[in-house]
């Protein structure tokens, strides 16, 4: 019994000396990186902070808007990284970031997006690869849909949440000290699932797999992401408790329009995982985690060069 309780009480020092040397290394990171950072990440969630990184995220303190100014002098900055961001924010807002980005960008430096290609998703469904489809969505998450009378294994309500990223009463975080049940919304692991009383994450109530049916359709692939994202907000849900996801869709032809639309000095190109600044985007894993590994699958990449 003595050895029971001397193991117990060593173990749970041992956590307390990890927690205290996370938030040792988090608040060095942090304090520096005002004085040092050169490279910024926008809409970066709750990634841990990283030496020669300035994170910018409401999860961090920084409310993005189409009103927001980065706190960043011209052309003092060498890079920018945004992954799976855009598709959250309005056209207004992602117009302002990117001419805020043109601006604290130095000249011939680039402005990097990543951004879902929901014509992964679709072309899923159309070649009927159901069960890729399926493996999309968590089971745990699935489990949920009963709440609303909704089918799991049915494959358009799978589509329709593969690419709304689907409705949720949650916020969800990678680290287990920032979980909050008691927050409203509550703060849970990703992905998160049946497990939490009361939480729900799927497609909302009042959404029928024929609808759906049709619109994949009759609608371009560009025009159904929207239709999709419009039918969230359509819901009987509340949506201060319930927010969906996703508001825009990105793919890089659509980067190149609305940069000449809007007169911004960006070159467009299509670009690929780890092709560029390798070893700056190893830090905080942003393109070489195994969760981001099976993102690239679905995603575009995109290197907008300040010009």
């Not at 049915?154 to 593969?162: D, M, Y």
């Not at 699932?193 to 692939?221: L, Q, R």
């Not at 025009?223 to 949506?239: N, P, Q, R, S, Y």
């Amino acid at each position: 019994m003595r050895n029971l309780k001397l193991i117990i009480k060593k173990s749970i020092l041992i956590s307390y000396v990890r927690k205290f040397y996370e938030d040792c290394k988090q608040f060095f990171v942090t304090t520096t990186q005002n004085f040092f950072s050169l490279n910024l990440d926008i809409g970066a969630g709750d990634m841990t902070p990283t030496f020669g990184w300035k994170n910018i995220d409401s999860l961090q303190g920084t409310l993005l808007s189409k009103d927001s100014i980065l706190e960043q002098d011209d052309e003092s900055v060498n890079f920018i990284y945004s992954s799976h961001f855009f598709e959250h924010i309005d056209d207004l807002t992602a117009l302002n970031l990117l001419k805020e980005g043109h601006r604290v960008l130095k000249k011939n430096k680039i402005f990097r997006i990543v951004v879902p290609n929901q014509s992964y998703f679709i072309d899923l469904y159309k070649n009927a690869q159901f069960e890729k489809l399926s493996m999309e969505v968590p089971q745990s998450v699935k489990n949920t849909w009963t709440k609303y009378g909704h089918n799991s294994k049915n494959n358009e309500l799978l589509l329709f949440s593969s690419i709304t990223a689907v409705v949720t009463n949650h916020i969800t975080t990678r680290f287990k000290h920032l979980v909050d049940l008691k927050n409203k919304p509550p703060v849970v692991l990703a992905p998160p699932g049946d497990n939490i009383e009361d939480f729900y994450c799927g497609p909302p109530p009042n959404i029928t797999p024929e609808e759906i049916k049709s619109a994949i359709d009759s609608k371009s692939v560009h025009d159904l992401c929207l239709w999709m994202f419009k039918k969230c907000d359509d819901g009987e849900v509340d949506f201060d408790k319930y927010p969906f996801e996703h508001k825009n869709n990105w793919n890089p032809q659509r980067f190149s329009d609305f940069i000449k639309e809007n007169n911004l000095c960006f070159d467009v190109a299509e670009a690929k995982p780890f092709d560029t600044h390798q070893n700056l985007l190893k830090r905080g894993k942003r393109e070489t985690s195994d969760n981001n590994s099976h993102r690239h699958t679905f995603s575009y990449f995109i290197n907008l060069t300040k010009y």
